[in-house]
């Protein structure tokens, strides 16, 4: 009787031979003084291919960013989050080979981590029977738990422009904004990199009133500036919330803002740093700032666009 009631109550388990791919954008947070709330999605993608096996042997393939220092196995983190979501929905594990194509710089406030996560989870979302897939909205709950703030896991998931709040510990919303079509985000990737718990510890724990109402201010006129008037942006994005207390571990890139915003560019901390982004309202202004920055040592330029489709998902 043991024996049939251990059988009977056995966890159904993750079909081998399937194949999936997910397409996640890199995002930027913030943009100024939107701390922890405005999001937007880029099109510089990683990519994730999972194939599911009929043994427990998960082995993983790095290609692009991190190739040679991120781990093989099932302790790096888009594997870990596959099974570890595969266990909170009550199935058994099954063996995988994961792929991992990465084009999105780590440590430079592009939201890599966000990217790893939202890909794991739609992934393993998928080898689910159709009938116990979960909806978007609760996959998007779930990832911005595991990131701890959902302000790079909206954009990657949704596309375009978002704006992000968080009611309790475990329960976050977004929404899409309406942003103008003419905007080009410029990147500015420097080849060292920031890891966001050090950026968050410069942060004071609280500021001014006067601080925050003008900070609130600047976000309401910058939502307003990205759907309608992108001339309002250099003025938009003065931030007085995070950026400077960040500088000291971003010299450089800071340095790069101040020069940047002082020829009247709309230039920003992408998320955490040290990446900098000029948001311009065309590509005229866009190929501007970029040949501006040609050439300095040690910086990438990268002239993208927004990616209004977020997190794709092809099952083979």
């Known amino acids: 009787m043991q024996t049939q009631a251990a059988s009977s109550y056995a966890l159904p388990r993750i079909a081998s031979g399937q194949t999936v791919s997910v397409r996640v954008p890199a995002t930027s947070a913030n943009l100024g003084p939107g701390f922890d709330v405005l999001g937007l999605a880029l099109n510089v993608h990683d990519e994730i291919r999972l194939e599911t096996k009929n043994d427990d042997a998960v082995s993983v393939l790095v290609e692009g960013e991190g190739a040679a220092s991120l781990p093989s196995d099932e302790t790096h983190l888009v594997a870990r989050t596959i099974r570890e979501f595969w266990a909170a929905e009550g199935c058994e594990p099954t063996g995988f080979v994961l792929t991992a194509k990465n084009v999105i710089p780590h440590g430079r406030g592009m939201g890599s981590s966000a990217a790893a996560i939202v890909s794991a989870l739609w992934a393993a979302n998928a080898t689910l029977p159709e009938d116990k897939q979960l909806e978007p909205v609760e996959l998007f709950q779930r990832a911005a738990i595991l990131e701890g703030h959902p302000d790079n896991v909206a954009p990657a998931v949704f596309g375009g422009l978002t ?140 002239l993208t666009s927004v990616d209004e489709n977020g997190v794709r998902v092809e099952g083979h």
Do not use: K
């Not at 009133?209 to 309401?220: C, E, T, W």
């Not at 990205?226 to 995070?242: F, G, I, R």
């Not at 101040?258 to 065309?282: F, I, N, Q």
């Open 163 to 302: 704006i992000s709040w968080q009611d309790d510990l475990e329960s976050f919303g977004t929404v899409r904004a309406q942003l103008d079509p003419h905007l080009v985000p410029v990147l500015l990737v420097p080849d060292v990199e920031l890891s966001t718990h050090r950026a968050r510890g410069l942060l004071p724990a609280s500021v001014p009133h006067s601080v925050a109402a003008a900070n609130g201010g600047r976000v309401g006129l910058l939502v307003h500036s990205l759907a309608v008037d992108l001339s309002l942006l250099h003025l938009a994005t003065e931030d007085e919330l995070h950026q400077n207390f960040r500088a000291e571990a971003m010299p450089d890139s800071a340095a790069t803002i101040r020069e940047l915003r002082d020829a009247g560019y709309a230039a920003v901390v992408s998320g955490a740093g040290p990446t900098v982004m000029v948001l311009c309202s065309s590509h005229s202004v866009a190929q501007e700032v970029a040949d501006r920055v040609a050439g300095r040592e040690g910086w990438r330029v990268l």
